[in-house]
C-alpha cells in the first residue's frame, strides 16, 4: 500500500518534484482546445496526446502529476454545451493521469480550479452555484481515484472557504495553492497573513502558491511559517501576439531561481504556466543535487 504524500515526505526527507504545465504543451502538440473547456477537452479528442504529456513529465523526474482537469468542473463544462456525460468526463480525465502511472511511488494530484477565469476579480456565479461547483468537482475527482486535491489558481475567500470546509469534513486530503495581487492580497481583498491563518485551521497537505513569480514569493516568507508545510510552482510563461502562452524563463534559469526557496518544510516545487519538461528535469537535478 501507498504510503500517503505527507508521511513518504517525512520518510524520505526531500522535496517531491510536481510536473510542469499541461494546457500549453497539449496545445503544442496539436490537442484541441476549447473556450470554455481549455485543454480539458482534448481528454476526449486527443487522449493519447495527454497520456503522452503525462508520462514525459515522469520520465522527466516528476514524483506527482497533475490531471487534466483544470476546467473539467461544472461551471465550465455547462457554459461549454458538450454533449457528454458530465461525469464519465471527470472520470475519463483522472483515468488518463492513473494509467500513465506505472511505478508506485508517483502521486496523482486532482486538479480543481476556481469556477471562473482565475484572474476574475468580480465573479458572475452566486454562492449556492460556486458550493455546487467545487462540491461536485472535488467529490469526482476523489471517487475516481486521484491521491490528494490540488486547488489551483485559488483567489477569493469564498472558494476558498468552501473548498476547506468541504475537504475537510469530508476527510479528503488537499492542498491549497493560492494566487495572490502584488499587495500579497487575495483577489478578493484579504491579506496573505489572513489567509495563511484561515487555511491552516483546516488541515490541507499543505499550501501553496501557484502562477505567480519568484519575487513575490520572497514577500511571502513561508520560511516564517516552520510549523507548516508549502509548495510552489512559478510562472515561466508569457502571452506572444496571438495570446498564447509561451516559456519567457529557460530551465537553467528557473533552477538558478528555485534554489534559493527549497527549505526544510517544501512539500513539492514544481512549474506553472508556459514550463516544460525540461524545467521539471533542471528541479530533478537541483534535489539530486541537494540531497
Excluded at 491549497?176 to 491579506?191: A, H, P, R, T
Amino acid at each position: 500500500m501507498k504510503l500517503s504524500l505527507v508521511d513518504n515526505f517525512k520518510l524520505i526527507g526531500k522535496p517531491y518534484i510536481l510536473d510542469g504545465a499541461n494546457g500549453s504543451l497539449i496545445e503544442q502538440l496539436g490537442g484541441k482546445i476549447d473556450k470554455y473547456l481549455w485543454s480539458s477537452l482534448s481528454n476526449l479528442t486527443n487522449p493519447k496526446i495527454v497520456s503522452e504529456v503525462h508520462q514525459n513529465y515522469i520520465k522527466s523526474g516528476a514524483q506527482i502529476i497533475t490531471t487534466n482537469t483544470f476546467r473539467t468542473n461544472p461551471a465550465a463544462f455547462i457554459m461549454a454545451n458538450l454533449d457528454y456525460d458530465y461525469e464519465k468526463f471527470v472520470k475519463v480525465s483522472v483515468n488518463l493521469a492513473k494509467d500513465s502511472v506505472l511505478e508506485k511511488n508517483i502521486y496523482i494530484a486532482g486538479s480543481n480550479s476556481p469556477a471562473e477565469d482565475c484572474y476574475k476579480i468580480k465573479r458572475d456565479l452566486n454562492k449556492n452555484k460556486l458550493e455546487y461547483n467545487h462540491k461536485k468537482h472535488i467529490e469526482l475527482l476523489w471517487h475516481n481515484g486521484v491521491d490528494f486535491i490540488l486547488n489551483e489558481t485559488q483567489s477569493h475567500l469564498d472558494e476558498i472557504e468552501i473548498i476547506c470546509n468541504f475537504c475537510h469534513s469530508s476527510k479528503i486530503p488537499y492542498v491549497i495553492s493560492l494566487f495572490l495581487d502584488e499587495k500579497l492580497n487575495l483577489l478578493s481583498g484579504e491579506s496573505i497573513t489572513d489567509i495563511i491563518d484561515y487555511v491552516k485551521s483546516y488541515k490541507p497537505i499543505a499550501i501553496s502558491f501557484n502562477c505567480i513569480g519568484s519575487d513575490l514569493y520572497k514577500k511571502i516568507r513561508p520560511d516564517t511559517y516552520d510549523d507548516y508545510l508549502f509548495g510552489f510552482y512559478f510562472n515561466c510563461g508569457e502571452k506572444n501576439k496571438l495570446n498564447n502562452i509561451k516559456c519567457a524563463v529557460t530551465e537553467q534559469e528557473y533552477k538558478k531561481i528555485v534554489k534559493e526557496f527549497i527549505k526544510n518544510n517544501t512539500l513539492f516545487l514544481g512549474a506553472c504556466c508556459g514550463s516544460n519538461y525540461n524545467h521539471i528535469i533542471k528541479l530533478r537535478e537541483l534535489i539530486d543535487e541537494s540531497y
